[in-house]
């Protein structure tokens, strides 16, 4: 019997259209070789253009789905999306604690592409409190740095952020003007990494998802922190580049962009 894969524990809410959320986070794993496992923090109802609705799980729930699993196999890393309510991020913040050697990737989802809201006002605090403490990474894009950190320049934000007790921050530049999204790293000694990317025609419907995941996924298989983020935005922009239209809104990333390239198997 083969050795099997690194496993990574997923807190998202699932998204019906299989662009972002839980669903992403699957498919990305996947095709990195991990195995994903899931605790879905709240339902929604969306599709390629917006969220139309969403219900959260009542923490304890989310608090059993995350024990049963952890009792039962070894985690290598947790990745953390949309969680649904200030309650929700108080017990993931509990299971945290109890388990301080496993790395965590901090995805903020404040809001879908659209606009539509992803988090309560309390929240955003919550996260701050709660979460920032316990993560190895925090990935806000540019807007949601800004609204977490209450600064308008990045690298401001940046550091607002590792006070608040994230151990690393990357920030990424989708939402900035420019020819090419430049995303940065930071640590508590300033810029880790800077990488730049040319921007890509369309909007993509889960491409934070896609960049989160991927980093907690290289993060389980053994890259050092700042080789995982420049191996996983590579990644993604690939996804992004050979995204498809499954319906009308925004365009879905190709996690499985590799099985497509000619001469694969």
């Known amino acids: 019997m083969s050795s099997p894969p690194p496993s990574v524990l997923v807190f998202a809410a699932s998204d ?34 917006g969220v139309e609705a969403m219900r959260p799980i009542e923490a304890s729930l989310v608090a059993r789905q995350a024990r049963c699993l952890l009792a039962d196999l070894p985690v290598a890393a947790f990745k953390l999306g949309v969680l649904g309510s200030a309650e929700n991020i108080a017990v993931i913040a509990a299971i945290l604690a109890e388990h301080p050697d496993i790395p965590v990737v901090l995805d903020p989802v404040l809001a879908s592409g659209r606009g539509d809201a992803l988090a309560s006002e309390s929240m955003p ?11 190895t990474l925090v990935t806000p894009n540019s807007l949601e740095a ?23 921050v990357l920030i990424t530049g989708a939402h900035e003007e420019g020819s090419e999204v430049v995303n940065t790293l930071y640590a508590g000694a300033g810029v880790v990494r800077e990488d730049r990317w040319p921007r890509l025609a369309g909007s993509h419907h889960g491409s934070g998802c896609t960049l989160a995941s991927a980093i907690a996924a290289l993060l ?18 690939h996804a992004l580049a050979a995204g498809f239209a499954a319906g009308g809104g925004q365009l879905i990333p190709d996690r499985f962009f590799r099985l497509r390239e000619p001469g694969a198997s």
């Not at 605090?125 to 403490?133: F, H, K, N, T």
């Open 125 to 135: 605090e919550a996260l701050l409190r709660e979460l920032l403490p316990r993560s």
């Open 16 to 49: 019906p259209s299989g662009g972002a959320g839980a669903q992403a986070d699957l498919l990305t794993l996947a095709s990195l070789g991990c195995h994903p496992l899931t605790v879905l923090t709240a339902l929604t109802v969306q599709d390629t253009h």
């Open 220 to 237: 389980a298989r053994g890259l050092a922190l700042p080789d995982a983020v420049r191996e996983a935005e590579d990644y993604t922009w």
């Open 146 to 168: 800004r609204r977490l950190a209450g600064e308008d320049a990045l690298a401001c934000c940046a550091r607002r952020l590792l006070e608040r007790g994230a151990r690393y």
